[in-house]
């Protein structure tokens, strides 16, 4: 019913930057927010951006400043720009979005999770 699907994922050095991109499709009535969460080796997953329908952003203090969350509605998809890259960014991505749907005449409200991309920046 509903498929996400993330890119944007590299090997870059230090000082670089990279867009991650996550796209929805599906039986979409509206996304109520959508979000990029980070988890390291060994360490717990953690919210990197958000952004609400209005516009609304917040960003985790060790990326401001370099990381700038956006969407585009026409295409169901939310970016995250990330410049400025230092090691300790180095982490699988995940997408999150909030969705409600509507499917064989019912509405349904869920929360989705993309698969995950890999960023790994070098020293």
């Known amino acids: 019913q509903v498929h996400l699907v993330e890119s944007g994922g590299d090997l870059v050095q230090a000082g670089g930057s990279l867009r991650l991109s996550c796209a929805v499709s599906g039986s979409i009535f509206s996304i109520n927010a959508m979000g990029w969460y980070r988890q390291a080796p060994g360490k717990q997953r953690e919210m990197v951006a958000g952004i609400t329908s209005g516009g609304t952003t917040n960003y985790a203090d060790a990326v401001k400043g370099r990381f700038t969350i956006s969407r585009d509605n026409a295409k169901n998809t939310v970016y995250l720009q990330m410049n400025s890259l230092k090691p300790e960014d180095t982490a699988v991505y995940y997408c999150?979005?909030?969705?409600?749907?509507?499917?064989?005449?019912?509405?349904?409200?869920?929360?989705?999770w993309g698969q995950g991309t890999q960023v790994t920046v070098s020293s």
């Open positions: 999150n979005l909030e969705i409600i749907t509507y499917y064989s005449g019912r509405y349904s409200a869920g929360d989705y």
